[in-house]
C-alpha cells in the first residue's frame, strides 16, 4: 500500500466517521436504547450503538429476554427465529463455562449481538443473524 493510498483511506474513515457522528439519532433508535437502559440499568448515554450486549454491557439472562419481550411488544419486532441459545447465555449457563468449553460460546464470540444490531432488526421488523466480527 502506497503512502498516497493511505492518506486517502485515512481520509475517508475521518470523513465516514464525522458523518455519523453529527447524524441525529432516529425515534427507532431512541426507543431501542431506552428499552434497553430501561431493562438493563445502564443509562442512555453510556449505551452506543456499538456496545455488545453480552461483552460490554453485561447483560444476560433475564434482562436479555425482557428486552427481547419490549421489542416484541413496543416496536412489533419478531424474534421467532432467533436461537437464543447461539447468541446468549441460559440462566446459570455462565457459571457451567468456567468447568466446561461450550462450544456455543465460540459462535456467541464470534457473532456478537450489539445495540446497532438490535436497532436494525428493528428497522427491519424481524430478527436476523448478526455479522462476523470474528473466526470461529
Known sequence: ?????????????????????????????????????????????????????????????????????AMKNELNTDFSSMDFEQYFHERGEFFLMRFFKLKRENHRKAFPVTVDHLINVAENGSWFPPPQARKL
Open 1 to 69: 500500500m502506497s503512502y498516497v493510498s493511505i492518506v486517502e483511506f485515512i481520509a475517508s474513515v475521518k470523513m465516514n466517521a464525522s458523518t455519523i457522528s453529527n447524524t441525529a439519532p432516529s425515534e427507532l433508535e431512541n426507543q431501542v436504547i431506552r428499552i434497553i437502559s430501561h431493562h438493563s440499568g445502564w443509562k442512555s448515554k453510556n449505551i452506543f450503538r456499538a456496545s455488545r450486549l453480552r461483552s460490554d454491557l453485561r447483560i444476560m439472562g433475564d434482562d436479555i429476554l425482557a428486552i427481547i419481550n
